[in-house]
Structure formats: structure tokens, C-alpha cells
């Protein structure tokens, strides 16, 4: 069974844009005939950057800056007249070393990037979403549901997102809907050369969590919100 949506006359704002998932998430709202801008520091013409530009309204800033935070949403709201959903998407992942080996700064690092980016992003995002009655979807993490060896601070920075998450839909309720989804390890190349011999068919390709992220975008989820979806996949 085919399921398709339709994003039409939306604004989405997605940070991370020029990553493996925010990319996915951005094209799929593309696709869905939604009005996309993607923030990121990395820009398209970026050897690293896996957006087409073809398909979003780009924006370059710092979401770990609230000056440039307030600036994009202002040139977004200013362009487009609103924001409709807000998913922001950017994070990254550091570990391999026990607790009593981490740097501070590795901490301080995915702090700001997991956690900081996702409230400055929802703290200039919300009033304009309270306006349109929008959505918030961000992203967790499976391993923000317990402890383990070698990433407790990334652990703990997606668990914040969770619980920030959760904070948005209690503040919001009736006006905003806010909900995670939690990949676990997501199909891509910086992930397959990270693990050569890992089994990469149980992984969960970024286009696949794209449509949980529209699906919890739409009106098929009205009743939904301050949930944390599993997007595990086979993993």
C-alpha cells in the first residue's frame, strides 16, 4: 500500500539540511509539494553537502548561534510569510572512550549540536508555529533510552532532545504538536565507513525515516504528539 501526502501552501523549516537525513527529510517534503528551506552551515555547492538545491530555499547559519537562529527564521518567516513545521534535524555523534577519557570540549561539542541547535531552532520557531497551529518533529535517538559503553554523553544530549521534545508538546498542547523520532543506526556512507563489517541491511535508510517525520508532520497523526516514535528498522 502506497501512502502519500500532501504539503502543499506549507512552510518547513529543516536544519541540518545538508546532512544525509536532514537531505531525505528535506526532499521528501519536496516531493510532497511543501515550500522547504534548509538552514545549515554547510552550504550546497560543499563537497560534503547531500542537498539538492534545486529543491529547498537555503539559508546558511550557525543553529549552535542564536543570532543566527534569529536570523534565519526571520528571513524564512520574511520570505514566506510563516513556518508551518519545524524539524530540526541537525546532530552528529562522538564516542569511543569511557567517561573518565572524554575531553570536556567533546561534551560542551554534542551539547551544542545535538541539544542547542534543537532548542534555539523550537524557541524561535514556536511562535510562529503557535500561529499556524504547527508541528515540531525532532530527532532522538534509540540509545537516548538507556546508558551504555563509550557515548554516554551522546546519549544523554538525545535524551535532552527527547525531554525537550516532550516539553515543547506539554507547552504547546492544542496549539503545536511536537514529537521525536529514534533512529538507531541510520544507512549512511559516514556510518558505513565508520562500521565496514557491520550488517548494514538491518540499518534504516534516511528516505524511510523522512516519511515518518511527514507522517507525524500530517493530520494523520492530530492525536499524536509528545511521542517518541521508534525508527529502528531490522537494527
Not at 62 to 67: A, N
Not at 104 to 131: C, G, I, W, Y
Request: contains cysteine; hydrophobic residues 45%; aromatic residues 6%.
Amino acid at each position: 500500500m502506497s501512502v502519500s501526502f500532501d504539503f502543499s501552501d506549507r512552510v518547513v523549516l529543516v536544519t541540518g539540511a545538508s546532512g544525509a537525513l536532514g537531505s531525505a527529510v528535506a526532499a521528501a517534503f519536496a516531493d510532497a509539494g511543501a515550500t522547504v528551506c534548509g538552514a545549515d552551515l554547510v552550504a550546497p555547492d560543499d563537497e560534503d553537502a547531500l542537498i539538492d538545491p534545486a529543491a529547498v530555499d537555503f539559508y546558511e547559519g550557525d543553529f549552535t548561534d542564536e543570532s543566527d537562529v534569529a536570523s534565519v527564521v526571520e528571513a524564512v518567516v520574511d520570505a514566506h510569510g510563516g513556518i508551518d513545521h519545524l524539524c530540526p534535524v541537525a546532530g552528529t555523534w562522538r564516542g569511543g572512550t569511557p567517561l573518565h577519557e572524554t575531553d570536556a570540549e567533546t561534551v560542551e561539542f554534542l551539547l551544542d549540536v545535538n541539544l542547542k541547535t534543537m532548542f534555539l531552532a523550537s524557541k524561535h520557531a514556536l511562535p510562529h508555529l503557535r500561529e499556524r497551529e504547527g508541528t515540531v518533529v525532532s530527532v532522538a535517538s534509540r540509545s537516548s533510552l538507556s546508558g551504555g559503553e563509550g557515548d554516554g554523553p551522546y546519549r544523554a544530549s538525545k535524551a535532552g532532545v527527547r525531554l525537550l521534545t516532550e516539553t515543547v508538546a506539554a507547552e504547546n498542547a492544542g496549539v503545536v504538536r511536537a514529537n521525536a523520532v529514534m533512529p538507531s543506526v541510520i544507512d549512511t556512507p559516514a556510518n558505513r565507513e565508520a562500521m565496514p563489517d557491520a550488517d548494514h541491511d538491518t540499518w534504516v535508510d534516511p528516505a524511510t525515516i523522512a516519511r515518518t517525520v511527514l507522517a507525524l508532520s500530517s493530520e494523520a497523526t492530530a492525536a499524536t504528539s509528545g511521542a517518541a516514535v521508534p525508527v529502528y528498522g531490522e537494527a
